[in-house]
């Protein structure tokens, strides 16, 4: 999820856990989130990037943001990936080749690369990284052990017995591995993968799918989500924690141990070249510092104690300060602005299982008055729940700001059901999320709505609690560029719909399941050039069950020692998007 984040400031994660603090002499930044340590002597070929999230895992059913999407980037790549014009091309795929009305996906993969830890990239390990991220998981030495699926992945392949999974996990933790053995659903499950995911040849895969996917080639990328590892990482008791094993331009030196520090060294065999022909990467180590306050960043920029710091438009004061008066020093990058911030209402739960509370909280919503606050001048405050380019874009719905009408509604909440609309804002651990919801509930109390921040949480963790229905309202921005693949995961029928309109009323939710239903045969025949979700995403708005805040892209502070922070060629000869969805091509970076 260009997909879920979390308002750390940065882009979006889905799972994952943190570590044990270890002081490091990379980088010394003074600040509540990092330890004031001697910076060490570096040359240019020693990077440090400063991003907003902390440590969070990589493998198959984790979903990173922010910063942390680049850095597994930087060590585990993507079949597919986005081009500079946001189009999907090829990457560690030569080509991808639909057939059968979009149900039939037959993968040609590049000849010659390995991973770093020397294992071949091929069909058979590609199959073991679709069962990983579908959920079937792998077969160990104790027996065959089930996974939950990647959420870039959710409804993609025809498995049957899938439906089962939550039971067989279930069964799992109460009886051991030896529950599997008598599990039918886990039995048809992997006689139903082995018609999903057939070998053809050692560099061919072909996939056969239970409904048409005519953008498959999107969740061959999903924002740097859908990451291919060596087998044995797959395999592996750490995996995603402190072992990940790609085919990148980085090896893992240390991960997982500090929450705030992931060092990265140079992968000597890496297989990409530059345009020159010369070996990638040009830098010898990549540091990923964690700093969880925007000024805090800044700062470190200004000192010379970093190369390049990564920001969301809500560090607008702090963006501003890099544009101004650091010029000369620092060059201050904007990634496309095609991402809406939006609020999913849970309707599982009081106050939001009721229309008028919605309306009453996107009236409430001054969305011009936060993109002027919170981002001063760097982003927009959102017209829809998504942005222009986005196939869920309609004016249809849509609600903007109007105080008498937010109080109206509030005080018609209160005369129906006998209580005051109020609700709890969901915060992560970053200073810029306190700041964002702050001035979210000052714009609810101005509109007699009760508004108060729960506790903070890492990032991992407020998408973790959302997904448990734990929280009223969640800030996600899964509505991004030309694709609605991502977003299409949280409005049809699958496990990530979080306001409960797909659900009757009998089970806790206010629909009758019309609504998902209208997103799951659309998302068939949508593409970029033939968009059949806007009806359904007319009445997902009308309803107020998301509702929007604002538009931005991903910025980038980069030091003017640095060369190489861009565009660079693909193996395809497009270019690659040069800062996108909390990724860069991390391999053409060096400092002076």
């Known amino acids: 999820m260009n997909q879920t984040s979390t308002k750390s400031g940065l882009f979006r994660k889905v799972s994952i856990g ?46 990173p943001g922010g910063g942390q999407i680049g850095a597994s980037g930087s060590v585990l790549e993507s079949l597919t990936i986005m081009n500079n014009k946001g189009d999907i091309v090829p990457y560690l795929a030569e080509s991808l080749t639909p057939s059968n009305g979009n149900k039939t996906w037959t993968i040609k993969l590049r000849a010659g690369i390995k991973y770093s830890d020397g294992t071949a990239f091929d069909a058979d390990n590609v199959i073991a990284n679709f069962r990983s991220l579908s959920g079937i998981g792998l077969l160990y030495k104790s027996g065959p052990k089930p996974n939950l699926p990647s959420i870039a992945w959710q409804q993609t392949f025809d498995i049957p017995g899938y439906s089962g999974l939550v039971t067989m996990l279930t069964g799992l933790a109460k009886s051991g591995p030896a529950f599997l053995a008598t599990s039918k659903d886990y039995g048809k499950m992997l006689a139903g993968e082995k018609k999903a995911f ?22 061959m990328w999903a924002n740097g989500r859908t990451r291919m590892m060596s087998t044995a990482s797959l395999a592996s008791a750490t995996c995603g924690t402190t072992t990940a094993v790609g085919t990148g331009p980085f090896i893992i030196k240390s991960k997982g141990i500090d929450p705030y520090v992931t060092e990265l060294v140079k992968n000597p ?95 409430a919503l001054d969305r011009e008055t936060f993109a002027k606050i919170a981002c001063k001048g760097n982003c927009e405050g959102a017209i829809a729940m998504a942005p222009k380019m986005h196939p869920y874009f309609s004016k249809k719905g849509a609600i903007t700001f109007d105080l008498a009408k937010a109080k109206a509604k509030a005080k018609a909440y209160q005369a129906e059901t006998g ?30 709505i009760g508004c108060t921040l729960m506790a903070p949480v890492t990032s991992s963790d407020y998408i973790a609690r959302a997904f448990k229905f734990g929280q009223q309202v969640t800030w996600f921005n899964v509505m991004a560029g030309k694709y609605a693949e991502f977003a299409n995961l949280f409005s049809t029928t699958s496990d990530l719909e979080l306001s409960g309109y797909r659900l009757p009323a009998a089970v806790g939710g206010v629909g009758d399941g019309q609504l998902a239903a209208c ?21 997902l708005q009308s309803k107020s069950y998301w509702t929007g805040v604002y538009t931005e892209g ?14 660079t060629v693909l193996p395809n000869g497009n270019k690659r998007a040069g800062l996108i969805a909390g990724n860069f091509d991390v391999a053409s970076v060096i400092g002076s």
């Open 269 to 363: 065999n890496y297989w990409r070249l530059d345009k020159n022909s010369n070996k990638l990467p040009y830098a010898d180590s990549i540091t990923f510092k964690v700093v969880l306050d925007g000024g805090q960043r800044v700062n470190a920029m200004a000192k010379g104690q970093a190369d390049i710091a990564l920001f969301g438009a809500t560090s607008g004061q702090q963006l501003n300060r890099v544009r101004d008066s650091l010029k000369g020093k620092i060059t201050l990058y904007e990634g496309p602005r095609d991402t809406n911030w939006a609020f999913h209402l849970n309707t599982f739960k009081a106050p939001f299982n009721n229309l008028l509370a919605r309306e009453a909280f996107a009236y």
């Open 198 to 219: 057939v070998k053809i040849d050692d560099l061919t895969v072909q996939l056969n799918l239970a409904v048409p996917r005519p953008n498959l080639d999107y969740n």
């Open 519 to 539: 997103f799951d045969k659309a998302w068939e025949t949508s593409s970029p050039t033939n968009n059949t979700l806007k009806a359904c995403a007319e009445e």
């Open 419 to 448: 209580k005051a609309l109020e609700f709890q804002m969901p915060i992560s651990d970053t200073v810029e999320s306190t700041n964002d919801a702050n001035l979210i509930c000052g714009m609810m109390k101005a509109a007699g």
């Open 18 to 63: 943190l570590g044990l603090a270890l002081a490091v002499s990379t980088v010394g930044i003074s600040g509540s989130n990092a330890k004031s340590v001697p910076q060490a002597k570096r040359s240019g070929k020693d990077i440090i990037i400063l991003i907003g999230e902390k440590d969070a895992g990589w493998c198959s059913q984790d979903s």
């Open 554 to 567: 991903l910025f980038a502070a980069v030091s003017n020692k640095v060369t190489g922070f861009g565009e």
